[in-house]
């Protein structure tokens, strides 16, 4: 049974970083890519980022480019989102998910979701 378990949300001002981590279980961690989605209240869900199975590929959705990072340790089963300069429309529900690859993933097509980690940005 696949587990993806977020740590790390939590309330930040403004200007701010945290960093999100993503533990996998029940499944062979370095064979997915991993991503990462948010959903704030009353919109939908959107794709934040995704790292490739090697971590040597990346992307992410423009409205966090260059503030967000996404990493991964395999030998930890974890990835890891850092988000920098952090704004109030970041408040949101992060998702972590793993999918076959990160194009699959930044289309919605995903194997498996966490439970989310809610991240709330005061102004």
């Not at 696949?2 to 740590?7: A, D, G, I, K, T």
């Not at 959903?39 to 790292?51: C, L, S, T, W, Y």
Request: glycine share 14%; aromatic share 10%.
């Amino acid at each position: 049974q696949v587990q993806l378990v977020e740590s790390g949300g939590g309330l930040v001002q403004a200007g701010g970083s945290l960093r999100l981590s993503c533990a996998a279980s029940g499944l062979i961690f370095s064979s997915y890519a991993m991503g990462w989605f948010r959903q704030a209240p009353g919109k939908e869900r959107e794709f934040v980022g995704a790292i490739s199975w090697g971590g040597g590929s990346t992307n992410y959705a423009d409205s966090v480019k260059g503030r967000f990072t996404i990493a991964r340790d395999n030998a930890k089963n974890t990835v890891y989102l850092q988000m920098n300069s952090l704004k109030p429309e970041d408040t949101a529900l992060y998702y972590c998910a793993a999918g076959l690859n990160t194009f699959a993933i930044a289309h919605n097509r995903v194997n498996s979701w966490g439970q989310g980690t809610q991240v709330t940005v005061s102004s």
